[in-house]
């Protein structure tokens, strides 16, 4: 059910939605965030508090978004050479503490150089 749905049928209205939405302390959502079961976010978000999130590893996706990420600013906004860029990300990811699925960090590495080069033709 949509949350705006189940709020106005739990006779909540707007303007709580928002005082709830605070609660929770949240300052951006993430597309991982949103990809969680319900169960999960709500495990997460509601009953841990932010310094408990934060001690939670993260996974594979988390790791590569931010190499990909770094690689992609470092060239377009820094000028770094991509090769230098792409092999940085490549390391990083390799060094990255997520450790949860072999095979999907294998994949995910041989995808690093498309990724950037990608991100870069797209936003440049």
């Known amino acids: 059910m ?21 609660a929770i302390d949240l300052d951006h959502l993430s597309a991982a965030q949103l990809l969680q079961t319900t169960a999960s976010w709500i495990f ?11 001690k939670m590893g993260v996974g594979e996706r988390a790791a590569i978004g931010s190499s990909v990420h770094t690689a992609v600013q470092a060239v ?10 792409i092999d940085a990300a490549i390391t990083a990811f390799d060094f990255h503490d997520a450790d949860e699925d072999r095979v ?3 994949k995910f ?16």
């Open 2 to 22: 949509e949350l705006w749905r189940y709020c106005a049928h739990m006779g909540t209205t707007e303007k709580q939605i928002g005082k709830e939405w605070q």
């Open 44 to 54: 997460k978000y509601l009953a841990l508090s932010k310094q408990e999130r934060r």
């Open 76 to 85: 377009l906004c820094h000028g770094q050479d991509m090769n230098e860029s």
């Open 104 to 106: 999907l960090r294998e």
């Open 109 to 124: 590495r041989t995808c690093i150089p498309a990724m950037i080069e990608n991100g870069v033709e797209i936003l440049a």
